[in-house]
């Protein structure tokens, strides 16, 4: 044998020993790749209930917030409905001084009128 065949056998145990180790390592990094693939599926599982609540919880929150929408928009047709009224009360005051013109005039005559009924008592009483 020669040294070119000694070198050969060297070289072919070492490309056999390179390959079983290749085989060993990617053997490895596969059952890593499981593993990793197990709990990813583990914590998809334990996530669909959480995901499911919170679809659950924001359909209602939905609800509620139409529906306090709604009281909302039914307490402002009332607040506005009160306001017309008030409104309108003030109007008809306005309405009722306009309807009346003479109405400080009779007041004042009535209160000379009392003045003057007290004078006379007053005089009469002397």
């Known amino acids: 044998m020669s040294v070119i065949d000694i070198l050969l056998v060297i070289l072919i145990v070492t490309a056999t020993a390179l390959c079983l180790y290749a085989i060993y390592y990617i053997k490895k990094i ?3 790749i499981e593993s990793a693939n197990k ?3 583990n914590f998809i599982q334990k996530l669909n ?3 499911e609540n919170l679809e ?3 359909r209602r929150t939905n609800r509620i917030i139409s529906e306090v ?3 909302w928009d039914e ?3 009332a607040i506005k409905n009160l ?3 008030i409104s ?3 109007s008809i005051k306005k309405l009722h001084d306009v309807e009346y013109p003479a109405k400080d005039l009779i007041k004042n005559i009535k209160a000379i009128a009392k003045g003057a009924s007290a004078f006379w008592s007053a005089f009469k009483n002397r």
């Open 56 to 58: 659950e919880v924001s």
């Open 75 to 77: 307490l402002d047709g």
């Open 30 to 32: 596969y059952f890593q």
């Open 39 to 41: 709990e990813i599926q």
């Open 88 to 90: 309108g009360f003030t």
């Open 49 to 51: 209930p959480v995901v």
């Open 83 to 85: 306001r017309e009224r």
């Open 69 to 71: 929408e709604d009281y």
